[in-house]
């Protein structure tokens, strides 16, 4: 059973300006969606965040030569902003918002999801309940 992680990101758009959000998998399927945003864009949309992923960290040194690790994406369209950053071990978490976004806020929340996402999806470690050998 997969835990229904909307909450989390319905929390992104708390920002003003925000629009929708969307988990990704590295191989580009949607794992969850902010209510806003339907299922067919959110897919069409995953799809091509975890292609945008891949070519940032294909790029990467150009940034600043070496291994330079990457952090986060952000691209700039005329209607606005799109957020991509690592989500943890394979997933991604990508936000839309409009042109006058608070960015450093807009990031900082998304950070912050990124830590709740991760307590939320992490199974407990299990306890022996006997001594069996």
């Known amino acids: 059973m997969n835990p229904d992680l909307s909450w989390v990101l319905n929390d992104v758009l708390q920002v003003r300006g925000a629009r929708h959000a ?42 600043g030569g070496g291994a330079s690790p990457w952090r986060q994406t952000l691209l700039e369209y005329e209607q606005g902003w799109i957020f991509l950053i690592a989500a943890g071990d394979g997933a991604y978490l990508a936000a839309s918002a409009a042109p006058d976004v608070d960015m450093e806020a807009m990031s900082f929340r998304m950070q912050q999801q990124v830590g709740a996402l991760g307590k939320a999806m992490t199974t407990p470690p299990r306890q022996n309940a006997g001594a069996e050998a």
Do not use: C, H, W, Y
């Open 22 to 63: 969307i988990l990704v998998s590295a191989d580009g399927l949607l794992l969850e969606k902010s209510s806003e945003i339907g299922r067919d864009d959110a897919e069409t949309n995953a799809a091509a965040m975890s292609s945008m992923q891949s070519l940032s960290r294909a790029v990467a040194p150009f940034a």
